[in-house]
């Protein structure tokens, strides 16, 4: 272990306050440069929450009732730590937890996307370029976060998504740059394929023939 980090799990282990202990962030992921902090999260039975920083250490400290109940926008970061330390097993609990999404949050991602792609080519084809590519973004937001989870677990935050996207990165990376329409048109048909083999179907359905509108428009 990691010279910042040796120190705070020995002291763990000796102190029958801390339930464990984990790391957040690049390390956790294996993405680490040369930049990269050490996040370290002591969790405690009992304590008042604090954070410091110290150089490339950040140490928070917390309790697991408060692991347990953090807020949505820190799921995606508890869903991908590494747990260092564990003295009970309730701590792996948390962050496995942390990572399941329901079917009706996948089927709410994947229905987030379809319509902000519906309303991105809108956009296009009244001339309104800015909303167009507002709307081509935000939907790709949706959708990397629906195709993530399909593999089993809660998406890492976006800075994170690459070489997590599988076969569609690519376009998906073409279609971040470009917000092309028609681009986004053929993006769309593949993920209406992976979407409908994985029981989403009527997701799609919902939507009453307006998906299958605009995928009919054309772009020059």
Known sequence: MHELVQPILDEAERDDNVVGILIKGSRSMGVADEESDWDVVVVLLQGEPSQKKDGRLELITTTLERVRAVSSWELPALAHSR???????????????????????????????????????????????????????????????????????????????????????????????TADPRRQQELQAAVEQIATTHGFRDVYDAWDGDIDRVMGFRFE
């Open 83 to 177: 747990v260092l330390l564990d003295k009970t097993g309730e701590l792996a609990e948390a962050v496995e937890a942390a990572g399941h999404l329901t079917r009706k949050e996948l089927a709410e991602l994947y229905d987030g996307y379809l319509n902000d792609f519906s309303r991105s080519l809108k956009s296009w084809r009244r001339g309104r370029e800015l909303g167009a590519r507002i709307m081509c973004g935000r939907s790709l937001w949706w959708l990397g976060d629906f195709l993530i989870a399909l593999e089993g677990k809660r998406a890492p935050y976006t800075e994170y998504w690459g070489g997590r996207l599988g076969e569609l990165e690519p376009l998906i990376l073409e279609v971040a740059r």
